[in-house]
């Protein structure tokens, strides 16, 4: 699938969504509402058959931002969804369900830096140490 | 019959992923596996944080040493990326070469743990003799035999020296013969092949549910290398195939890591005819905010690193995805079903380290008493193939 025509459909797809988009040579990176990231990530993992790669938290002072990366390899593609979350409502909706390997990686982001993901079916520690102090985030810098 | 725990793990200090595999047994199948990885999390992307981008390479470097240049090879992606800036002809060629060099190296070790694990420890002792004129080659080329120090972003650190083309060109024309030998051992076994052929299967939906990367995809079927979907370094410039394999089990694994050594050998041969001359770097004044993704395909799959700069002295964020985090994570599809015996070659199949397969104990999970160990469950793989011999 060509990369114009995924940059199409995601626009179509996420419509008001959509918050901003830049490109650079193989490297797309979306920013949607965090209400648009299960229907996009569906599409590229069910319908473009994009491999998930990882996902990437950020605490950037004034927001966490969720980078999830998909790669279309035939294209040799890395399409990049960012998320932006408010940190007074670390809630996203877990991808797990649609895509089976983001399992660990939100487990991660979840103890690194406090993201709760809705719907993961086992959101427990996978790094530290299952008796790790509750709310410290390592990846946190206002702690 | 009681359910059996078998603890495989947890501790083991070489690779960048210590593992804890739980194997939940009936007599001798494997109904549950639970993985666990995190007992030696050394906090690589967090320190980066406090460094220098010119420091990171080095840090990075670290994170395995087996596939060293692995990472710095997927950081200076990034950052080149991010700068959007042309790296010199003959550094993307120097690159390449090590790159090549150490899948070599890297495939050879594999190869040696899992003969070791069948019982062919000839296979075994091979595998380290004919290691050795690879890590002899970095020796001359970096003056290091493993953690070489080569890569820098915009370039390369040091340049090769053209005097030792044919010694080099020479070691890797010997070294085919011996490939050869491998391929023999490997491939014409029909005991080896009965013995890993159809276990430990992953299917083309498996491999794309799971994500894997590497010769865990390719060995089923799938088409995927980073190095010609997202061609970089000297990569799109020399003639060379991706090699897949079908069935998916751990012979088909074996088999696209034996042909591939043919591959590199021939991409590190045609990179030295063809080498420019010229600068090896390009000078960074400095650092934009951005954003850039660097990608490289390591022995075991593809390598991921992320990184954002808020125009200071070092990464913002460095965010690093090693192959191992989704291979080992396909284990929970592949040994469920096979027996206790298999697992073993099974879970080392994707190439993870070994030391933690050494460690596996069969433990009663009433009494915890200890009923087997690590060496144990080689010896049960090991009679395993010396019945199938007779």
Sequence with gaps: MKKLEIIENIKVRSEKELLAFSEKPKRIYFTIEKSALSKIAKYLFREVKARFITASGVDTRSNIEILYHFSVDEAGLVVSLRVILEKDNLEIESLTPIILCTEWIEREIHELLGVNFKGHPNLKHLLLKDDWPEGNYPLRRDQ | ?390
């Design chain 2, 1 to 390: 019959m009681s359910k059996k725990v078998i603890p495989i793990g947890p501790y083991h200090p070489l690779q960048e992923e210590p593992e804890f595999f739980t194997l939940y047994v009936d007599g001798e199948t494997v109904t549950d596996i639970d993985i666990e990885i995190g007992y030696n999390h050394r906090a690589i992307e967090k320190i980066a944080e406090s460094k220098s981008y010119d420091q990171v390479t080095f840090l990075v470097e670290r994170i395995c040493g087996i596939c060293s240049t692995s990472h710095p090879f997927a950081y200076s992606n990034a950052i080149d990326n991010l700068l959007e800036i042309e790296v010199p002809e003959r550094a993307l060629y120097i690159r390449t070469i090590i790159g090549e060099l150490e899948r070599i190296h890297s495939h050879l070790l594999w190869l040696g743990l899992a003969g070791h694990f069948l019982g062919y420890n000839t296979v075994w002792m091979w595998a380290w003799r004919y290691r050795e004129p690879i890590l002899d080659i970095f020796e001359r080329i970096s003056g290091n035999r493993n953690h070489y120090a080569m890569f820098k972003p915009g370039g390369v650190r040091r340049d090769l020296d053209e005097a030792d083309f044919p010694w080099i060109k020479k070691t890797l024309k010997g070294l085919i013969p011996k490939f050869d030998m491998f391929k023999g051992a490997v491939i014409d076994d029909p005991v080896i092949r009965a013995r890993t052929e159809g276990i430990g299967i992953l299917t083309k939906q498996d491999v794309h549910d799971y994500s894997v990367v590497g010769p865990t995809a390719r060995a089923s079927g799938v088409a995927i290398d980073i190095r010609r979907d997202d061609p970089y370094a000297a990569y799109d410039r020399v003639d060379w195939k991706v090699i897949t394999a079908e069935g998916g089990g751990v012979f088909a694994k074996a088999i696209v890591r034996i042909l591939e050594l043919y591959e590199s050998t021939n991409i590190v041969l045609q990179c030295l005819d063809k080498i420019p001359k010229g600068p090896i770097e390009t000078n960074i004044k400095d650092m934009p905010v951005g954003e850039g993704i660097g990608r490289h395909e390591a022995p075991r799959g593809e390598v991921f690193h992320y990184i954002m700069s808020d125009g200071g002295n070092g990464p913002a964020r460095h965010k690093v995805r090693a192959p191992s985090y989704v291979n080992i994570a396909s284990n929970k599809k592949a040994v469920i079903g096979e027996t206790v015996s298999d697992a073993t070659i099974i879970l080392a199949a994707v190439d993870p380290c070994y030391c933690c397969t050494e460690r596996m104990a069969v433990v009663d999970a009433k009494s915890g008493t200890k009923l087997m160990d690590g060496q144990d469950l080689i010896r049960l793989s090991q009679e395993k193939t010396a019945r199938m011999k007779k």
